[in-house]
């Protein structure tokens, strides 16, 4: 049933929350070259929040879907920023697909996935190009949309599509968020929201096909 699926999800919000405090120091790196210098702390705010929201749910027997909407709306509360108003709405849509009852397949997976990637472009508004997380999110939701097969393994491809493209932000000029404010600053640079994206989702891809 959903529970084992909220007791999983649960762990996997705690493996991405490791992940995110061993980044915490190179993602605000990045983002004060263009941006204020808050990406790693608000994503370690974030998961954090979201991660402990999702223990609670699940120990008071919630299901997947209400274990990651919960976790979506901690996650914009507590971090803050742009990133964080995206990643609970990212979090809350993944849960949406997913059923408080049943069982979570692996084409829900795949389904929510995308729809999350498609709720962070339709909130923040952002192309690829722009700079911004959207930057490696959109190769990776068409990556995905275009897989057929198990969920883990159409992560993990997708997540090197998403990869190689955050590295390519470096190339670019911030058009969208704080960064635009800096211009050619911050060429040279990834955009710190694409890094920590595509490092989430290669954790997810390597974690669902293990
Ligand atoms: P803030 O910019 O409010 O300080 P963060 O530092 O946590 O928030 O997040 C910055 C990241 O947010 C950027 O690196 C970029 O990837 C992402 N971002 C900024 N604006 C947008 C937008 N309009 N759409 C999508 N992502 C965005
Ligand atoms: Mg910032
Ligand atoms: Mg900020």
Same mark, same amino acid.
Not at 98 to 101: A, H, P, V
Not at 127 to 132: F, L, Q, S, V, Y
């Given at each position: 049933d959903s529970r084992a699926g909220a007791a999983r999800i649960t762990e996997l919000l705690g493996e991405i929350e490791s992940l995110l405090e061993e980044l915490e120091p190179e993602l605000g790196r990045m983002d004060a070259i263009a941006g204020d210098g808050d990406h790693g702390q608000g994503m370690v705010l974030g998961i954090r929040a979201a991660h402990s929201t999702a223990q609670r749910a699940a120990e008071a027997g919630a299901g997947a879907r209400t274990v990651l909407v919960q976790a979506g709306a901690s996650w914009s509360a507590e971090a803050g920023g742009t990133s964080g108003a995206l990643w609970g709405a990212a979090l809350t849509s993944v849960g949406s697909a997913?059923? +408080?009852?049943e069982k979570v397949t692996d084409e829900q997976v795949v389904t929510a996935l995308v729809q999350a990637v498609e709720a962070i472009e339709r909130l923040g508004g952002?192309?690829?190009? +722009?700079?911004?997380m959207v930057c490696a999110a959109v190769p990776f939701r068409e990556s995905l949309a275009g897989a057929d097969g198990a969920a883990g393994e159409a992560i993990v491809t997708a997540a090197e599509k998403a990869s190689a493209a955050a590295e390519a932000t470096a190339d670019i000029v911030a058009h969208k968020g704080r960064a635009r404010n800096h211009g050619d600053k911050s060429v040279g640079t990834p955009d710190p929201g694409a890094i920590s994206f595509s490092k989430i989702v290669t954790l997810l891809g390597r974690q669902l096909s293990a």
């Open positions: 997913f059923s +408080d009852q952002a192309k690829p190009g +722009d700079k911004t």
